[in-house]
Structure formats: C-alpha cells, structure tokens
C-alpha cells in the first residue's frame, strides 16, 4: 500500500512569487494536514482539509491557502513568498482519531 | 501555541544505553502518539497510546502516560546509532472543530555515540 506522497521534493522560488504543493494521502484516508517545519523548530500546524471541505487552520496569513480535490488529494499554494516561508512542509493523512502518517515533505526555499 | 513540550531538548548517549524522553502536554487529549524524524525528512509513527492506557510496549520502545500529571515518557532501550533522530510527542484533544488535528512539541534531538 502506497504511503503519503509529495511533490516536489524541494522547490526553490523567489521572494513574492507562488509556490504550488501537492499530496497524495494513504488510500481511504479522508484528512489531510499541512504543517510547517522551519529549521530547528518544532510542526506548526498550517491547514486540515476532511470530506474536501476546509475544518481548521493555524495561525497563518491567509496566503496560505489550499484545497482538496474530490480524490482527497490536496494542494497548499503560497502566495506573495517571503524569505521565512523557506521551510519543510510536511502533509498527513489519518483515518479518524488514529496515528497520522507523513509524507517525507517538500523543502521549500525562497531566495 | 505548542501543546506539548518535550524535554530534554537534545539527549546524547553511548550506543547500549537506555534513552528517556519526557513530554508534557496541557489539555485533556483522545491520545497521544511519538514520532521520529531523521534529519529533515517526514516523521515515522512510533507508537499510540490512547488516554485510558498507562503503559504500551513495541519492541525497544516503551511509552507510559501519566494523565493527571499531563505527561508521557519515552523509554528506548539498547540504544543503537540508527537510533540518532529528532523524537516528537503529538496529541489529539476531545471537543469540536479541531478534536483530530495532532499538535506537536518542539521534539527531542537524541544522538547515540557509537
């Protein structure tokens, strides 16, 4: 069985561009979760999308935004780059209230 | 906020040696669950540990939760090298709206001498 996966791998953007990621969650795992990972730090939780629709969000500007497709694939899109977006970004997937499974995330660089 | 908070923040240890990290966390929670991450990458599921259970064992690992002092410990025994990675505790809370997103501490960064 396929785990969570992400793409790309590693992104390098510049500063007030957008920056597309994407994830693909573990077969019949209806939520998904955005966090981000800047160096050295702990997960800060971003966005948790479940049934395709929008449940929570951290404490986060609104360009960060994203969505989830009728497949329960998701994308997070960042817009307007600032340099301390450079960080992992890492995806879940979990059934209910059991573990969450990652991706192995998407080191994303503004330069 | 963070919900949990591990400690010590970094723990470096001989291979052979027996490696505890403690987590402490502030709200009633579903469960709590350790995870580890290798230098960078996406963090593994190690263990879960509901709040009605107070011990569960998986091979070298053993977690105890203690829920009225709002704790947990991780014990690894027989540390070895590829033990080396950065240990995070997550917890679930009971309630609406956010009840399943797992909330992280900053994590423990272990590094076991060979």
């Known amino acids: 069985e396929a785990g969570v996966t992400q793409s790309p791998t590693h992104l390098i953007k510049t500063r007030g561009q957008q920056a597309t990621l994407r994830c693909s969650p573990i077969s019949g795992h209806t939520s998904v979760y955005w966090y981000q990972q800047a160096l050295g730090l702990g997960l800060q939780f971003l966005l948790w999308y479940d049934e395709g629709e929008e449940r929570n969000r951290g404490n986060f500007p609104p360009r960060f935004s994203g969505r989830q497709f009728p497949n329960y694939s998701s994308e997070l899109n960042v817009n307007a780059l600032e340099l301390e977006d450079s960080a992992l970004y890492l995806c879940a997937s979990k059934s209910g209230t059991l573990e969450a499974f990652f991706g192995q995330g998407t080191r994303l660089t503004v330069v | 906020s963070q919900q949990g908070e591990e400690d010590p923040q970094a723990l470096s240890i001989q291979e052979g040696e027996n490696a505890t990290m403690n987590c402490s966390y502030k709200?009633?929670?579903?469960?709590l669950q350790w995870y580890r991450q290798n230098s960078g990458r996406g963090l593994v599921h190690l263990i879960l540990?509901?709040?009605?259970?107070r011990e569960k064992h998986s091979g070298r690992l053993r977690v105890t939760l203690d829920t009225s002092k709002k704790s947990s410990s991780l014990l690894i025994t027989a540390s070895r090298a590829a033990d080396t990675a950065s240990y995070f505790c997550?917890?679930?809370?009971?309630?609406?709206?956010?009840?399943?997103?797992?909330?992280f501490g900053r994590g423990t960064s272990l590094i076991v001498h060979p």
């Open positions: 997550a917890t679930t809370q009971p309630g609406s709206g956010g009840s399943y997103i797992p909330t």
């Open positions: 709200t009633s929670i579903n469960n």
């Open positions: 540990i509901r709040s009605n259970e």
